[in-house]
């Protein structure tokens, strides 16, 4: 059974950064695809990033290319989203999802993803 647990969430003043994580564990992820989430208050859940387990292929949200990185570190099962030059309007709950089999042009859409961490918060304020 895929289980996936965000961390690193928290309270970051804006135009800082912070680095949050997700592990996964369950299954073997190399057919898989990483991906990344937000959900505002009153809004719906938007595409962040989300990377591929084998090759690396990336994709972002146009709000923050430039701004966010996602990686992987294979050893430990676990993804990364590092978050910088934070803005008041990243504030969200962040969700890891898992996919596998997702096709490249796919990689945005939640409804390919299978499997969905509880979520941490962050807030951007000062």
């Known amino acids: 059974q895929v289980q996936l647990v965000e961390s690193g969430g928290g309270l970051v003043q804006p135009g800082g950064s912070l680095r949050i994580s997700c592990a996964a564990s369950?299954?073997?992820?190399?057919?898989?695809?990483m991906g990344w989430f937000r959900q505002a208050p009153g809004k719906d859940r938007e595409f962040i990033a989300a990377i591929r387990w084998n090759g690396g292929t990336r994709s972002y949200a146009d709000s923050v290319k430039g701004r966010f990185t996602i990686s992987l570190d294979k050893a430990k099962n676990t993804v990364y989203l590092q978050m910088s030059s934070l803005k008041a309007e990243d504030t969200a709950v962040y969700y890891c999802?898992?996919?596998?089999?997702?096709?490249?042009?796919?990689?945005?859409?939640?409804?390919?993803?299978?499997?969905w961490g509880q979520g941490t918060q962050v807030t951007v304020s000062s």
């Open positions: 369950g299954r073997t992820f190399s057919n898989s695809a």
């Open positions: 999802a898992a996919g596998f089999g997702i096709i490249l042009s796919s990689l945005q859409s939640s409804s390919k993803y299978n499997h």
